[in-house]
């Protein structure tokens, strides 16, 4: 049963330390989405990337969050340093895409992340 | 900037009724998505609706595709506890989908006995 896979589930952190979370994609899909959610915002789109390619990071803060796909098989997403604000749960969803189009996005379970 | 608006954002019903949730969007899209959200868990795909007058069914619920009034209706049928969720509809930020989604705000749905 191929899923999304996000680590660490759960992170707790203070103002000002570094965050890093990490997503492994469903064998195959060559498009990785990065979402937050939270409850006044609801979810929205942080940045995204195909085939490890970054094609747009237009909705994360620049000055802190990082995307990166090192490999077809791990997709990572830095805050530094970090801030109350950035408490949220993070998704990171996998796409098989064909051209413009996918049939469906597949998300993994999340991280909830609190910064104290 | 495309908009995905949800109504009713809550929803508190009985069991054995039946309802609508609405889902408007403001781009044109021949596309549109559903998910389920329990407390806590991630999002679940519920229906992908690829083209106009599409229509899905799973069990209780029911979703269509109006693509010329940029409508998406999800209907409960008889409704159970099992059903408590929030629903959330997306819509592809270029149609598509490829781009990544724009969602709802999400309707939570409470089933009471």
């Known amino acids: 049963d191929a899923r999304v896979t996000q680590t660490p589930r759960h992170k707790v952190t203070e103002m000002g330390q570094e965050v890093t979370m990490r997503c492994q994609p469903i064998l195959g899909h060559n498009t990785v989405f990065w979402y937050r959610q939270t409850m006044m915002q609801g979810l929205e789109l942080l940045a995204y990337f195909r085939n490890r390619a970054p094609l747009d990071d237009s909705g994360m803060p620049k000055d802190r969050f990082s995307a990166e796909m090192p490999d077809a098989t791990l997709a990572t997403l830095k805050i530094q340093p970090s801030e109350p604000r950035d408490s949220a749960v993070y998704f990171c969803?996998?796409?098989?895409?064909?051209?413009?189009?996918?049939?469906?996005?597949?998300f993994g379970p999340g991280t909830r992340l609190t910064v104290t | 900037e495309l908009k995905v608006e949800q109504n009713p954002l809550f929803l508190s019903m009985q069991e054995g009724k039946n309802y609508t949730i609405y889902c408007n969007y403001s781009t044109t899209s021949d596309r549109l998505y559903w998910y389920r959200q329990d407390p806590g868990k991630s999002l679940e795909s519920l229906f992908v609706l690829l083209s106009n007058g599409a229509v899905k069914q799973e069990g209780r619920l029911m979703a269509s595709l109006d693509t010329k009034a940029r409508l998406s209706t999800l209907h409960i049928t008889a409704a159970v506890h099992d059903l408590s969720a929030t629903y959330f509809c997306a819509v592809g930020r270029s149609g598509g989908g490829a781009d990544g989604l724009t969602f709802g705000k999400g309707t939570h749905l409470i089933i009471q006995p």
């Open positions: 969803a996998s796409a098989e895409t064909s051209g413009e189009f996918i049939y469906e996005q597949y």
